[in-house]
């Protein structure tokens, strides 16, 4: 019995989700006695594979192989699959991403597993029983699923769990897989990053824009904001359903559900759509002019007042704050 | 002729108030609107246009018992083909891929829709699980989709930026915002959806391994800290000293 984890990586670097998921899934190993086994596919440098050993990996393998460089949602589900069966590892975590939701669900089949998605908390093994709580509704509600299959799949929400650094670098193994033909069917054409941006998904800090900012000219402030605060831009649905932003950027029930630590929405009014997507972010900051708006019923801070004065003197406020830190 | 699939779910109103009774283990759908998924609508949409001009037909599936019926019948009147109900409560999301991949084992299609994730699980498991059951490739999040012949071009979404990707037919894919804009039905669509075929399919028994125990609410958050709209700098200081997030 062990614990396997796959770190994604992007571009092969590791992400700050991907040390969530190995913490977690260390957590996990500790609260059964057994060891971690992290998987890793693609290239990623040797220093960076054994440094997953500090988040808590006791081995990592090492799957490095031309056809399977960039992510191949069918080949690399069929080499974790099996990894899991040469480990024996009855618990497989892997990160909420939007690669992890491609993969979490083909693992599962292959290993005839329950799968938990979208998870925020460690499980619970009481009296033979594993349960774990995930988001449900889109962040309106949480519900508490039990898994009774022998094999179990999770996945790790970002953002909702912390990177515990704790050991020292682990071994790294090479290990590989015979993959069928029929699992590279689907062809990589082109990977596009904006590498000056940071990630929305996996934001600590978002800075959100509604209708409030009356136009897309107005969105320099919140970008100026968002770059000195090392923040995502986001924004809600009548903005990037009016083209003033790009729709990579909507959040809420029916665009991306983020849960940052810090989540400034400007001139957004909180209609329950917009909040479903946002109300798990750890502390919510409002500026709205319209003291009624109902998304200061559910903000830690706010300001009433116009954001075309106060975004300036927030901005000026920031870089003072930056300065003298 | 090209066969598209296009699975619905029935999902609760976006605008649904979200509580609970028999002590949090069950959703109280006392007074609760069900609509198409909002994603699957994408998905339905993006069917239309890709089979229109006798290009193709559109069946959508739906595993769920006679309740689901109206949804049904709104994707009849946005402009699908026909219809099945695969009549059985929907365990989790394996039981429904399961059921569906079975149906489609026994009636081939070209190319399978599913939207991104349910609104009210949101699971992102369908599309990867019918893609696996079926052998065949399945991308979960796409942001656009063309067909050129027997292959799909497809855009899927990544953190930061997007994949392009193209993928040989038959596949599933997992539709988001970006692949259509969602079609509002017109008085014919109405009309014809009535008599449209929606065929009744029994499920097939299997065994699941997930089942929601109980629920909860987000613990409401404390009242609100107003900083005056002179000095943000007050602000700043107390995300820096007392909320400890800058
Ligand atoms: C099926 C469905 C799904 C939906 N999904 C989503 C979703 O996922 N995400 C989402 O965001 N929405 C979603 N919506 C839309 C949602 O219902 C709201 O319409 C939307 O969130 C409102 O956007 P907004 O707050 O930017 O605009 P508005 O509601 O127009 O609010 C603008 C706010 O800006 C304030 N304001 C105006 N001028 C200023 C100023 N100068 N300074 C400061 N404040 C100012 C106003 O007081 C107001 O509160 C969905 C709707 C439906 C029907
Ligand atoms: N009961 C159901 N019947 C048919 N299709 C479904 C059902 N539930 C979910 N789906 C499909 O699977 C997609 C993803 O759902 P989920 O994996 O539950 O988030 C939905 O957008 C639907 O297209």
Redesign the interface.
């Known amino acids: 019995m062990s614990v396997l984890i796959y770190a994604e990586n992007a571009g092969g670097k590791f992400k700050k989700s991907t040390f969530e998921a190995v913490s977690y899934a260390k957590d996990i190993a500790d609260q059964n006695n057994t060891s971690l086994i992290a998987i890793s596919i693609g290239d990623v440098a040797a220093g960076d594979l054994a440094a997953l050993g500090q988040y808590g990996a006791e081995k990592v393998l090492n799957v490095s192989n031309a056809k399977l460089k960039d992510f191949v949602n069918q080949a690399y589900a069929s080499v974790i699959a099996e990894a899991a069966k040469a480990q024996g590892a009855d618990i497989v975590v892997l990160s909420n991403s939007f690669s992890g939701r491609g993969l979490a669900p083909r693992i599962a089949v292959k290993l005839q597993a329950g799968l938990a998605d979208g998870v925020v908390e460690l499980p619970a093994q009481d009296g033979g029983k594993f349960t774990v709580k995930k988001t449900a509704f889109s962040g309106k509600a949480f519900a508490t699923v039990e898994l009774s299959s022998a094999v179990k799949v999770i996945s790790l929400t970002p953002n909702a769990y912390k990177v515990v650094p704790n050991g020292t670098d682990a071994s790294v193994e090479d290990f590989s897989v015979e993959n069928k033909e029929s699992d590279f069917k689907a062809m990589i054409k082109d990977i596009v990053r904006s590498t000056d941006k940071v990630s929305l998904p996996d934001a600590e800090i978002v800075v959100s824009g509604g209708r409030g900012l009356k136009g897309p000219e107005n969105w320099g402030m919140v970008e100026e904001l968002a770059e000195l605060l090392g923040a995502a831009t986001a924004c809600s649905k009548p903005v990037s359903d009016a083209g003033w932003r790009p729709h990579s950027e909507h959040v809420g029930q029916t665009g991306i559900a983020v849960s940052p630590n810090l989540y400034i929405a400007i001139g957004i009014s909180g209609a329950i759509q917009h909040l479903a997507g946002v109300s798990s972010s750890k502390v919510i900051v409002v500026i709205n002019k319209d003291a009624e708006a109902p998304f200061f019923k559910v903000a830690d801070y706010g300001i009433v007042g116009d954001a075309f004065e106060v975004l300036p003197k927030l901005i000026a406020a920031v870089k003072e704050y930056k300065t003298t830190a | 002729m090209m066969k598209i699939l296009v699975c619905i779910s029935n999902v ?1 109103d ?5 509580t ?1 009774t028999d002590n949090n283990t069950q959703f109280n759908t006392n007074g609760v609107q069900f609509i198409l998924n ?2 699957d609508e994408i998905a339905l949409a993006r069917a239309i246009e890709l089979a229109d001009g006798g290009k193709g037909t559109i069946t959508v599936i739906n595993v769920g018992d006679a309740a689901t019926d109206a949804t049904i019948r709104k994707a009849l009147a946005i402009g699908a083909t026909d219809a099945v109900r695969i009549n059985a409560k929907p365990k989790d ?2 039981y429904v ?1 399961y059921q569906i991949a079975q149906y489609v084992k026994a009636n081939p299609f070209d190319l399978i829709l599913t939207g991104k994730e349910s ?11 019918l ?3 079926l ?7 796409i ?1 656009k989709l063309d067909l050129d012949g027997g292959t799909a071009a497809v855009e ?13 037919l038959p ?1 599933v894919a997992g539709t988001a ?2 692949v259509a804009e969602p079609k509002i039905p017109n008085m014919r669509g109405i009309m014809s959806a009535r008599t449209k075929p929606l065929t009744v399919v029994e499920p097939i028994a299997v065994e ?11 613990a409401p ?2 009242k ?10 007050q ?6 000293t007392q ?1 400890r ?2």
């Open positions: 609760p976006t605008t649904t108030k979200i609970f909002p994603w999301a394996w891929a609104i009210d699980y949101n699971g992102s498991k369908v599309a990867g699980m893609g696996e059951l052998d065949i490739p399945s991308v979960s999040i942001k899927r979404e990544i953190e930061g930026g997007k994949e392009l990707l193209t993928i040989p596949f915002e970006g699941t391994f997930s089942n929601i125990i109980g629920y909860e609410t987000p958050r404390g609100v800290t107003l900083v005056y709209a002179g000095s943000p700098a602000l700043v200081e107390l995300l820096h909320a997030v800058i």
